[in-house]
């Protein structure tokens, strides 16, 4: 397809189990974002690449979150030790441009439940 | 402190009616803004934008108002239809202002239009 793809889109862990979180932006474009959805809330920002180089990860809540894109394409979140707290929707985002204002495209999302 | 404030979790509307959405900011900074439209189980789609120079922007039924000296902007739909139904995101960003343009966004406006 030609949009965001995002897998899972459910994932049920444990409490201490690591996840990973993939993401598949459109084809060639620059900009990729990652955001955090809880109940009742809008999305809220975690980290920012542009192309490989992970420019902005000021809203990563704690050190057991991690992303990369080590190719400046598909793009990995990953949640170390799972608390119940990190259960949210995940969101993926990318956008053609690096600093020029456009929309960003979204995932479907993956809903994770911490448990 | 929430930057981008949506003051009315929701609203309901007649069809054919006029449905309007509002949306207040925090930060002088911002200098783009976007609306996004939210069914259930799915990501965000782009709605519509308009950034900081311009104070009006169309989209066939969508229009977008912007009151920088208020800080205030406002999705209009006219005339409204009951596939409009779905959770409204306002979004603004800092492009110009050395951010790489992560989006902020509001808790969102549950629309819901009757037939």
């Known amino acids: 397809g030609a949009g965001v793809s995002q897998s899972p889109r459910y994932k049920v862990a444990k409490r201490g189990q690591d996840v990973a979180l993939r993401c598949d932006p459109i084809?060639?474009?620059?900009?990729l974002f990652w955001y955090q959805q809880a109940l009742g809330q809008g999305p809220e920002f975690l980290t920012y690449?542009?192309?490989?180089?992970?420019?902005?990860k000021s809203g990563l809540p704690s050190d057991r979150f991690f992303a990369e894109r080590p190719e400046g394409s598909v793009s990995t979140l990953k949640i170390q030790r799972t608390q119940q707290e990190d259960s949210a929707v995940y969101l993926c985002?990318?956008?053609?441009?690096?600093?020029?204002?456009?929309?960003?495209?979204f995932g479907q999302g993956t809903r994770l439940t911490v448990v | 402190d929430q930057q981008v404030k949506q003051n009315s979790p929701s609203l309901s509307v007649q069809e054919g009616r006029i449905s309007i959405l509002n949306c207040d900011y925090t930060?002088?900074?911002?200098?783009?803004f976007l609306w996004y439209k939210k069914y259930p189980a799915e990501g965000p789609t782009f709605l519509i934008s308009?950034?900081?120079?311009?104070d009006k922007n169309e989209d066939g039924r969508f229009t977008v108002f912007l009151n920088k000296s208020a800080k205030h902007l406002s999705l209009h739909i006219v005339p409204s239809q009951p596939g409009d139904s779905a959770v409204y995101f306002c979004?603004?960003?800092?492009?110009?202002?050395?951010?790489?343009?992560?989006?902020?966004f509001g808790k969102g406006t549950k629309l819901s239009v009757k037939p």
């Open positions: 985002a990318s956008r053609p441009t690096g600093a020029s204002p456009t929309e960003a495209f």
């Open positions: 084809s060639g474009h620059v900009s």
């Open positions: 979004a603004a960003s800092s492009y110009y202002g050395g951010s790489q343009g992560n989006l902020i």
């Open positions: 930060n002088s900074m911002f200098d783009y």
């Open positions: 690449f542009q192309n490989e180089a992970q420019l902005d």
């Open positions: 308009i950034s900081s120079i311009k």
